[in-house]
C-alpha cells in the first residue's frame, strides 16, 4: 500500500509559478512510475505529466509542455512538479499518482491540491 499526501497548491497570478510536492509513504516508490493529473471544475481529470522510474524518462500533456517540469527526489520519496507562467486555464485541484507496473495505469491516488491562477 502507498500513500500519497500533495501540497504547495495555492493562489497565484497570471504568469507566476507555483511547485507542488507529492510525499509517498512506502520502501517502493523509487520503484514507480509517477504521475500528475488535475481536474477543473465541470470537467474530466486529464493528465499532465508523467515521470518514469529507471531512466526517469519524462512525459508531459502538449498544454503544459515547455511550462512545466515534473522531477523525483527518491531519496526523500517525493514527487514534484514545477509549474511556471502560470494560467488561468491551470485552475484544478492537482493529483498525484502511482503506477505500480508501469503499465500507464495507476493504482494509487492523493487526496489532490488546488491550484488557482487569477488573471
Known amino acids: 500500500q502507498v500513500q500519497l499526501v500533495e501540497s504547495g497548491g495555492g493562489l497565484v497570478q497570471a504568469g507566476g509559478s507555483l511547485r507542488l510536492s507529492c510525499a509517498a509513504s512506502g520502501r517502493t516508490f523509487s520503484r514507480y512510475a509517477m504521475g500528475w493529473f488535475r481536474q477543473a471544475p465541470g470537467k474530466e481529470r486529464e493528465f499532465v505529466a508523467r515521470i518514469n522510474w529507471s531512466v526517469g524518462s519524462t512525459y508531459y500533456a502538449d498544454s503544459v509542455k515547455g511550462r512545466f517540469t515534473i522531477s523525483r527526489d527518491n531519496a526523500k520519496n517525493t514527487l514534484y512538479l514545477q509549474m511556471n507562467s502560470l494560467k488561468p486555464e491551470d485552475t484544478a485541484v492537482y493529483y498525484c499518482?502511482?503506477?505500480?507496473?508501469?503499465?500507464?495505469?495507476?493504482?494509487?491516488w492523493g487526496q489532490g491540491t488546488q491550484v488557482t491562477v487569477s488573471s
Open positions: 499518482a502511482a503506477d505500480r507496473y508501469g503499465i500507464n495505469s495507476y493504482d494509487y
